[in-house]
């Protein structure tokens, strides 16, 4: 793993105008921001509803940013390649899910498209460990998924810091994301445990463009 991996701030497109996505990304992309978070939710896994294929392929024809998008779904292997033939750069799905998760994301990489595993945050991080030289994310939640708003749960930095210990131990070359109430302060926390992404929603939006370039700043990142 490389240290000088550079950080990235997610901006999560559920905090914006779900009526006006389009001009949400454009707004990312404008900022200077690289990336932005899509969670897709089912219903099942989590309680709410959000996006699907249509919609990534949608912002895929308006932007030039990575698209990371982060399946809630219950069933990942249903709907994986969907995701990635609309234009994500990346597909994350939860190790909650079962036993096909290894099939899910080899069947996304098979398909030319990066692959992240997720963890909930009463899982530990023993249960994607098998999974360390498989993916190129892990992703850390750091709040209960389907809603975004919620506080982050400062006990997640240690897993953090586990799951950063191990991927230099193991020699892994997978990017570490953290989801869920993060914000400038607590993402510093999340940096200094070996975090390299921040997805980041309701924070995010609050902040003005000047706000905002500071918190990217604040990560070293664009
Ligand atoms: C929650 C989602 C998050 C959400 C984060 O289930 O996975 O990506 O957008 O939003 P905030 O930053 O508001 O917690
Ligand atoms: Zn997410």
């Not at 509803?49 to 990942?76: E, I, W, Y």
């Not at 869920?180 to 607590?186: C, I, L, Q, S």
């Amino acid at each position: 793993m490389t240290d000088d991996r550079k950080p990235i701030l997610a901006p999560s497109l559920l905090a914006f105008d779900h009526a006006d996505l389009g001009t949400a990304a454009a707004e990312v992309e404008s900022e200077g921001r690289e990336w932005l978070h899509v969670d897709v939710m089912d219903g099942h896994f989590v309680p709410n509803l959000t996006f699907g294929p249509q919609t990534v392929m949608d912002l895929r024809s308006k932007c030039g940013l990575f698209l990371d998008v982060h399946l809630m779904l219950a069933n990942p292997s249903s709907h994986a390649e969907a995701f990635v033939k609309a234009g994500a750069n990346l597909v994350s799905a939860h190790v909650e899910t079962g036993v096909s998760i290894g099939e899910t994301l080899a069947a996304i990489r098979k398909l030319d498209c990066q692959a992240g595993i997720a963890l909930n945050p009463d899982t530990p991080a023993e249960e994607v460990r098998s999974y360390l030289g498989e993916v190129d994310l892990v992703l850390v939640m750091t709040v209960e998924p389907g809603f975004g708003g919620q506080s982050f749960r400062k006990d997640m930095v240690e897993k953090i810091n586990v799951l950063h210990r191990w991927r230099e131990i193991g020699r892994h070359d997978f990017r570490l994301e953290v989801d869920g109430g993060v914000n400038f302060d607590n993402a510093k926390l999340c940096r200094e445990a070996g975090a390299d992404v921040f997805v980041a929603g309701t924070a995010y939006r609050k902040l003005d463009v000047d706000g905002r370039a500071a918190f990217a700043r604040g990560l070293g990142s664009s």
